[in-house]
């Protein structure tokens, strides 16, 4: 369970999260686990989530919902999968639930913080290899009419492959596609081995393929370094010239853990960058472009962004816990007759003729800071009361005034995660 109570700056109304559900796990004969967690839940979100519920038609980090009094929403959350061991190397997993790719607080991989989606992944770990093989049924972008209908569906495949260089340093390779057809897996995709671009030029290149890099290194038993490179498409001789040409879209991550920082015990320290290109994730058929019910696979914030994440987390004492985030981004959103490539649903082709002088947050630029402070304190084992501040401000260019949100959050929950309000 997890009940929360809040008030937001001049808002005239409540702020609440009333969740309730139960988790359970466990194994078949030794042999075959299984996961499933189910919620209901009634909310009234910030300002700015309301507002993202109105564009996505999608509650942020979940699906469906239904209007709930006033400005209000109702979800259900179900999740589950079970899990078996087919040989003494390799794992299978089929459900219905989120993943996650990569050892940062965002990935440009694959994130967990959108919509559960139905997969099927195999996991072989070999020598210091791990390799994982994801295949996902997911729904293209929609507007939602009144009355019951049938949602289309989208696939996406993954591989990532990873490899214990040393016993401090581990890399990684990705890629991915998402395709649509007309409601049916392209079994080519199918292949656990084979590279994901051969197979989709040999269909005719009709396809989103990316691919991209990972590392982490761990420094001095309190030290790690981690990062990303997500390639979609690029051609080094517009790199070279640097031009800012449209179709070199890529984007990449750096990061850093501090375990007990500056020898303070339960001190760790995190910071993050991330950086997108404009139109990476985006496709000419907007069926393929790299999302899931109206929200994206991987970075909240699609494409054309940078952002700085930090974060301190501090156990003062064995019952309670400090919880400090700070973002900063920019983002270039779209203006009349100008697709600015941030908008990862928009058709990338819808360009407008212009081709060259793509920067990173170019276009109409937004510009917004969201910091959280937390302070939990363990009534018993996995039963907190949480007390919160939350400011986020954003100005966009062009536009007078700044926009702001305060809110203060109190609320217990039970075997659950804080529930985030993080974009």
Do not use: C
Not at 119 to 143: C, G
Not at 384 to 391: E, G, I, T, V
């Amino acid at each position: 369970m997890q009940f929360n109570v809040g008030k937001e700056q001049d808002a005239d109304d409540a702020l609440y999260l009333n969740s309730r559900g139960i988790t359970l796990r466990g194994m078949i004969a030794k042999k075959v686990g299984f996961s499933a967690y189910m919620t209901e839940n009634q909310e009234r979100g910030p300002s700015y989530f309301k507002g993202m519920v109105n564009d996505l038609r999608a509650v942020p980090g979940m699906g469906f919902y239904k209007s709930f009094k006033k400005q209000g929403v109702d979800y259900f959350d179900a999740r589950g999968y079970i899990t078996f061991n087919a040989a003494k190397f390799i794992d299978f997993q089929f459900g219905y639930d989120k993943n996650f790719i990569g050892n940062g607080y965002r990935s440009l991989f694959l994130s967990d913080w959108g919509n559960s989606y139905l997969f099927a992944k195999i996991n072989t770990r070999i020598w210091k290899l791990n390799y994982q093989n994801l295949f996902m049924e997911l729904t293209p972008q929609f507007v939602k009419r009144s009355g019951d209908l049938l949602l289309p569906k989208k696939y996406a495949a993954m591989h990532h492959l990873s490899l214990n260089v040393t016993k401090w340093l581990n890399v990684g390779l990705f890629e991915s596609v998402v395709f649509g057809r007309k409601d049916h897996f392209d079994f080519q995709y199918l292949n656990p081995i084979i590279f994901y671009r051969h197979i989709e030029g040999t269909l005719g290149s009709p396809d989103n393929a990316m691919a991209g890099l990972d590392f982490k290194a761990n420094v001095a038993h309190r030290l790690q370094f981690y990062g990303q490179l997500l390639l979609d498409e690029f051609k080094l001789k517009e790199i070279k010239e640097n031009k800012g040409w449209w179709a070199n879209k890529s984007g990449f991550q750096l990061g850093a853990k501090y375990v007990d920082a500056f020898g303070v015990k339960n001190l760790d320290l995190q910071g993050e960058i991330n950086r997108v290109r404009p139109y990476t994730y985006a496709h000419r058929d907007s069926v393929a472009d790299y999302t899931h019910y109206n929200q994206p696979l991987a970075h909240p914030l699609g494409a054309n962004f940078n952002e700085l994440v930090g974060i301190v987390r501090y156990q003062p004492a064995p019952k309670w816990n400090i919880y400090a985030r700070a973002m900063f981004y920019q983002k270039g959103l779209d203006s009349t007759g100008y697709n600015a490539g941030g908008n990862i649903f928009r058709d990338y082709t819808n360009r407008f003729g212009i081709d060259e002088g793509y920067e990173i947050a170019g276009g109409k630029k937004m510009t917004a800071v969201n910091a959280l402070i937390q302070l939990s304190y363990e009534i018993r084992q996995n039963l907190f009361f949480d007390l919160s501040f939350q400011q986020r401000n954003y100005k966009i260019e062009g536009v007078q005034g700044n926009t702001g949100s305060s809110m203060f959050i109190a609320g217990v929950r039970l075997n659950m995660f804080k529930r985030q309000y993080d974009y």
